[in-house]
C-alpha cells in the first residue's frame, strides 16, 4: 500500500528564522534580538491552504524539554512572495526546532519537514534571506 503513495518532491519552498533589527543601532543599543519565523515561495506558482506545524524538542540545561506543539494557517502565497509564520524566543535556540509544512498547488498536496538542528540558529550561519532582503537563517 505505501509503494501506492505518491509524494511530488517538495522544492523552491523555504522556512527563515530570521532576525528583524539586525543593525548597527540596535547592537550599539545592547537591545534584545527580535526574532521572526518565514515561510518563503519561490515557486512561479502560487502556494495555498498552506498549514505549519512548529515545534521545539531536545535537550536543555540536562534534562528533555519540549515546547507546546502551534499551528498556523496561510491561505494562499503568491510566487515570489512570503509570510511571518510566528515569532521566536532566543531561549529555544539550543533545541531543535521543527516546522512541518503541508501546502497545495492546484489540487496537489505536498508536504516537507524543515528541522534546524541545536545552536544552528546563530549569527555564524546567518545569510541575507531572498525575499525579505534581512539576515537569517534559511532551510530550503
Same mark, same amino acid.
Given at each position: 500500500?505505501? %509503494?501506492?503513495? !505518491?509524494?511530488? +518532491?517538495?522544492?523552491?519552498?523555504?522556512?527563515?528564522?530570521?532576525?528583524?533589527?539586525?543593525?548597527? /543601532? #540596535?547592537?550599539? &543599543?545592547?537591545?534584545? #534580538?527580535?526574532?521572526?519565523?518565514? !515561510?518563503?515561495? &519561490? %515557486?512561479?506558482?502560487?502556494?495555498?491552504?498552506? /498549514?505549519?506545524?512548529?515545534?521545539?524538542?531536545?535537550? +536543555?540545561?540536562?534534562?528533555?524539554?519540549?515546547?507546546?506543539? +502551534?499551528?498556523?494557517?496561510?491561505?494562499? +502565497?503568491?510566487?515570489?512572495?512570503?509570510?511571518?509564520?510566528?515569532?521566536?524566543?532566543?531561549?529555544?535556540?539550543? /533545541?531543535?526546532?521543527?516546522?512541518?509544512?503541508? =501546502?497545495? !498547488?492546484?489540487?496537489?498536496? =505536498?508536504?516537507?519537514? =524543515?528541522?534546524?538542528?541545536?545552536?544552528?540558529?546563530?549569527?555564524?550561519?546567518? !545569510?541575507?534571506?531572498? /525575499?525579505?532582503?534581512?539576515?537569517?537563517?534559511?532551510?530550503?
Amino acid at each position: 500500500m505505501k %509503494k501506492d503513495i !505518491i509524494s511530488p +518532491l517538495v522544492e523552491d519552498i523555504a522556512i527563515a528564522i530570521v532576525q528583524e533589527n539586525d543593525s548597527p /543601532l #540596535a547592537e550599539s &543599543l545592547k537591545s534584545e #534580538a527580535e526574532w521572526n519565523v518565514y !515561510i518563503i515561495n &519561490l %515557486k512561479k506558482d502560487k502556494i495555498h491552504n498552506v /498549514l505549519v506545524t512548529s515545534r521545539g524538542y531536545g535537550m +536543555l540545561d540536562g534534562e528533555e524539554r519540549k515546547t507546546s506543539t +502551534l499551528r498556523h494557517y496561510v491561505e494562499e +502565497l503568491p510566487p515570489n512572495s512570503y509570510a511571518i509564520i510566528e515569532p521566536i524566543v532566543q531561549e529555544v535556540f539550543p /533545541l531543535s526546532n521543527e516546522y512541518w509544512v503541508s =501546502f497545495y !498547488i492546484d489540487k496537489t498536496i =505536498f508536504d516537507k519537514k =524543515f528541522v534546524f538542528v541545536p545552536d544552528t540558529i546563530s549569527k555564524d550561519y546567518m !545569510i541575507n534571506i531572498p /525575499l525579505v532582503n534581512k539576515r537569517g537563517i534559511m532551510i530550503k
